[in-house]
């Protein structure tokens, strides 16, 4: 019985052993598909749709002139003028055309009866942090033309942050707004703490440091002024 029993194990033991052996009766390979074609993407990683471009004309509000009074341009825009953001960028990156077009709404503005301190709190917001080497350029060339006091005093806010050597030339100029002159100095010395002071002060500094501070009720330029000639 127990040659028997011992027998019988044995061959479960083979029979085993030749199945793993064997392995799995292999079927008919599956057939190649071609590989999936991967999404052309940028370098940014992003997956975008395909996209057909075409010519088209711009917009009608694009060809509007800008808000002509001070309060229009002050206040909100409506839909059929050029957006303020659109008009600002190209004001700050130099172009011509709309450089143009905003030295036109100034100059409506000013007839309208906006003072030139005025347009400087509203338009000049609009180049206050311009700053390009293309826009003082062309705001230099502006103000050294037959541009109207309000003109400049509005493209002096941007002229002031340019430190261009186009500007440099102009800014002992008679026709510089006092803010002005106390701003472009104010960056120079800011920009290299190593400078005390660009240029001696002459009588035209002495002059604008006197009338900005009495063209504000809180004199802070010209404590801001004398804190950078101490450096």
Known sequence: MRCALATIASLALLAGCSCEERGPTPGPEPESSPAP????????????????????????????????????????????????????????????????????????????????????????????????????????????????????????????????EVVAPLIDGPSVPARALVTYHRRRVFADLHERLPVPPGCTRRRARSSACRATPRPTAWRRWRSTRSR
């Not at 074609?37 to 060809?63: C, E, I, N, Q």
């Open 37 to 164: 074609t991967p999404p052309s993407t940028p370098d940014d990683g992003f997956v975008y749709a395909p996209l057909r471009s075409r010519a088209a004309a711009a917009p009608a509000r694009f060809d509007a002139p800008l808000p002509p009074t001070l309060e229009a341009f002050r206040g909100p825009w409506p839909d059929d003028r050029r957006p303020r953001a659109h008009v600002r960028d190209r004001v700050c990156a130099g172009d011509e055309e709309m450089g143009e077009r905003f030295v036109t709404a100034i100059e409506a503005a000013a007839r309208d009866g906006a003072s030139p301190h005025e347009l400087a709190s509203v338009h000049g917001r609009m180049v206050e942090y311009c700053g390009s080497e293309a826009f003082c350029a062309w705001a230099a060339r502006e103000v050294q033309a037959d541009a109207g006091e309000a003109t400049r005093e509005v493209l002096w806010v941007g002229l002031a942050r340019c430190q261009s």
